[in-house]
């Protein structure tokens, strides 16, 4: 079992460089039930990538409700992710039902249907990125309260903003509908890859949205018990990365540079008003 969680912290090492250095400021006994967490994120967050059509993605996502649900145990334990997984279910008593809705949010990644509203982006989010914040905080044995999810959706809009030219080069569109509408903007051009001032405003109109919660969240941060702020240390990425693509072409997004996580990161671990002020 230590090997499957060495997996898994690797795993995060590389692939998702921000929660594991936000680990590092946990607790030494949870970090590896942490990295089992944001290893099984990462698994189903990439589940398009990896089955590259629909119905592979659907199969693999339904293993893994199986797996929550303890009906794959066999091959659960030669997976060192799901292995990993199931014993901090165990440990932590993490509620399966919140492990199951964020696959089943995860399902929208697999198909081209475009986003439709703001509401839809918003629950999307808070059942992905805000469902791994309050879980996290769980691991480290507290409550996050009602911090997790402002958090979790300024986090998972922010994300989303950063992989734009991704998603719209593969014809997918997590920009809600409602937002192009407003701002008359032509999905044709969106995945031709043309820029527009149109475009930009409407991407700024998101960016907005998600400084809006991240504004709620602040004081919800700020009340957090202790033990649960290395859960938070990411968000503190987000104020900084919206105002950096405020100055980006939306085709050509420029990403913070690892020394500046690293330094926001480790300033918010100080000062958690760092967190979402």
């Known amino acids: 079992m230590q090997d499957a969680f060495a997996y898994c912290a690797e ?8 929660r594991y250095l936000a680990t590092l400021f946990a607790p030494a006994q949870h970090r590896a039930a942490l990295h089992a967490l944001y290893a099984f994120n990462l698994e189903v967050a990439r589940v398009r990538e990896a089955a590259h ?28 992710v799901a292995a990993a997984l199931l014993t901090t279910m165990a440990r932590d008593r993490l509620p399966p039902d919140k492990l199951t809705a964020l696959i ?24 992905t990125s ?13 409550d996050a309260g009602a911090a997790a999810e402002p958090s979790g959706i300024a986090d998972g809009i922010a994300r989303l903003l950063r992989a734009f030219p991704l998603h719209a080069a593969r014809h997918q569109l997590y920009v809600p509908m409602e937002i192009f509408e407003r701002f008359q903007i032509r999905v044709g051009d969106v995945l031709s890859g043309q820029s527009s001032a149109k475009l930009e405003a409407a991407l ?3 960016r907005d949205i998600a400084r809006r919660h991240l504004r709620a969240a602040d004081e919800h941060v700020m009340a957090l018990q ?5 859960a938070f240390l990411p968000v503190a990425l987000v104020r900084p990365s919206l105002d950096l693509l405020d100055r980006c072409d939306a085709f050509a997004p420029a990403e913070l ?3 500046r996580r690293q330094w926001l990161i480790w300033r918010a671990a100080r000062n958690p008003a760092r967190i979402a002020g």
């Open 11 to 18: 795993l995060v090492r590389t692939a998702d460089r921000d």
């Open 204 to 206: 700024a109109a998101l």
């Open 226 to 230: 202790h033990q649960a702020l290395p």
């Open 53 to 80: 059509q629909p119905m592979p993605g659907e199969i693999r996502l339904q293993w893994w409700r199986e797996v929550i649900n303890s009906e794959r145990d066999g091959e659960a334990q030669a997976n060192p």
């Open 130 to 142: 805000a469902a791994v914040i309050a879980l996290a905080a769980q691991i480290l044995g507290a």
């Open 104 to 127: 089943e949010a995860r399902r929208f990644d697999l198909y081209d249907e475009p986003m439709a509203t703001i509401a839809g982006l918003e629950a999307y989010a808070s059942k």
């Open 257 to 259: 540079a690892l020394w």
